[in-house]
């Protein structure tokens, strides 16, 4: 079992908003005893053809804190995503609230700091978010107790959020019948991954889990919710005693097959500045493309 701080007889009331775009899924965590609230893995929307950036997907979520009477006090990020971007800042210019990600943001920074070229004006410390979680690391929805797992190997930066009896994934599971995401992005590693998935399966086997992503395998509906019993159980990559060495062996083999996700050159530029977008030196809102760099 696991020697985190769960406590599942507090349970969240969780809203799902999924994006068809990027296959992302966002959440409005609810503390059950109080108006007070987070979001989780938020998206801006971008024509990355037109060059045009939209809020449709956050303005529906903020629509829904203000018609409820929530009070935002945190817009998590579970890693640097590479498939979509975060509408972090946006959301919290209209609502407040702190934005939080993993301290190993830091390396994520230095790594794609330095493939962007970008100059001694990048800060790679950090600053530009919040609040940056150590594993283990407590904080408060109202009332609600919450606390971030640090679980690499998709990237170096994942963490794993589990409020009450809720835990929000990022890319670190899928559902039992999509599997892993990746682990072949600069930092990341299967057998880390492996690792980091048994300390999600340490948590009881009541937890309720929720994806970042969903692809509707074998053509099913698009689903986000599962638990860990379940993923113990079932998971094709890694559940029913899978050993480390066959899921490292299928998931190099695996991510060797794989295309770089459609939106990798907008995502971690914008997402490693916690969702603002990069300006050159007219301050006009500019992405860059590296060739070959990725």
């Given at each position: 079992?696991?020697?985190?701080?769960?406590?599942?007889?507090?349970?969240?009331?969780?809203?799902?908003?999924?994006?068809?775009?990027?296959?992302?899924?966002?959440?409005?965590?609810?503390d059950?005893?109080?108006?007070?609230?987070?979001?989780?893995?938020?998206?801006?929307?971008?024509?990355?053809?037109?060059?045009?950036?939209?809020?449709?997907?956050?303005?529906?979520m903020?629509?829904?804190?203000?018609?409820?009477?929530?009070?935002l006090?945190?817009?998590?990020?579970?890693?640097?995503?590479?498939?979509?971007?975060?509408?972090?800042?946006?959301?919290?210019?209209?609502?407040?609230?702190?934005?939080?990600?993993?301290?190993?943001?830091?390396?994520?920074?230095?790594?794609?700091?330095?493939?962007?070229?970008?100059?001694?004006?990048?800060?790679?410390?950090?600053?530009?978010?919040?609040?940056?979680f150590?594993?283990?690391?407590?904080?408060?929805?109202?009332?609600?107790?919450?606390?971030?797992?640090y679980?690499?190997?998709?990237?170096?930066?994942?963490?794993?959020?589990?409020?009450?009896?809720?835990?929000?994934?990022?890319?670190?599971?899928?559902?039992?019948?999509?599997?892993?995401?990746?682990?072949d992005?600069?930092?990341?590693?299967?057998?880390?991954?492996?690792?980091?998935?048994?300390k999600v399966?340490?948590?009881?086997d009541e937890?309720?889990?929720?994806?970042?992503?969903?692809?509707?395998?074998?053509?099913?509906d698009?689903?986000?919710?599962?638990?860990?019993?379940?993923?113990?159980?079932?998971?094709?990559?890694?559940?029913?005693g899978?050993?480390?060495?066959?899921?490292?062996?299928?998931?190099?083999e695996?991510d060797?097959?794989?295309?770089?996700?459609?939106?990798?050159?907008?995502?971690?530029?914008?997402?490693?500045?916690?969702?603002?977008?990069?300006?050159?030196?007219?301050?006009?809102?500019?992405?860059?493309?590296p060739?070959?760099?990725?």
């Amino acid at each position: 079992m696991t020697d985190y701080p769960i406590d599942l007889s507090v349970k969240p009331e969780v809203t799902a908003y999924f994006d068809p775009d990027t296959n992302t899924i966002s959440y409005i965590v609810k503390d059950p005893d109080s108006a007070s609230c987070a979001i989780v893995d938020s998206v801006m929307d971008i024509d990355y053809a037109a060059g045009r950036i939209t809020y449709d997907h956050a303005d529906r979520m903020i629509a829904d804190i203000e018609a409820r009477g929530l009070t935002l006090e945190w817009i998590i990020e579970t890693h640097v995503h590479a498939d979509h971007l975060s509408a972090a800042p946006y959301i919290q210019q209209k609502l407040g609230g702190k934005i939080g990600i993993g301290a190993k943001i830091m390396v994520v920074q230095d790594t794609f700091g330095k493939i962007f070229n970008e100059g001694t004006e990048f800060q790679r410390d950090g600053s530009q978010f919040d609040a940056l979680f150590e594993d283990g690391d407590t904080y408060q929805i109202g009332g609600m107790q919450a606390f971030a797992m640090y679980t690499p190997g998709h990237t170096p930066a994942c963490m794993v959020h589990v409020m009450g009896d809720a835990a929000f994934v990022g890319d670190t599971l899928f559902m039992p019948d999509g599997g892993s995401a990746r682990a072949d992005f600069p930092g990341g590693d299967a057998a880390t991954l492996y690792d980091s998935i048994q300390k999600v399966l340490s948590l009881p086997d009541e937890t309720r889990l929720f994806m970042c992503h969903d692809y509707g395998p074998n053509g099913r509906d698009i689903q986000w919710e599962t638990t860990v019993g379940d993923e113990k159980a079932h998971n094709i990559h890694v559940g029913g005693g899978k050993t480390k060495e066959d899921f490292v062996r299928f998931r190099t083999e695996r991510d060797a097959q794989l295309a770089m996700p459609r939106l990798i050159i907008p995502s971690l530029q914008v997402n490693m500045r916690a969702g603002e977008v990069p300006t050159d030196k007219d301050g006009r809102p500019m992405l860059k493309v590296p060739l070959n760099g990725l």
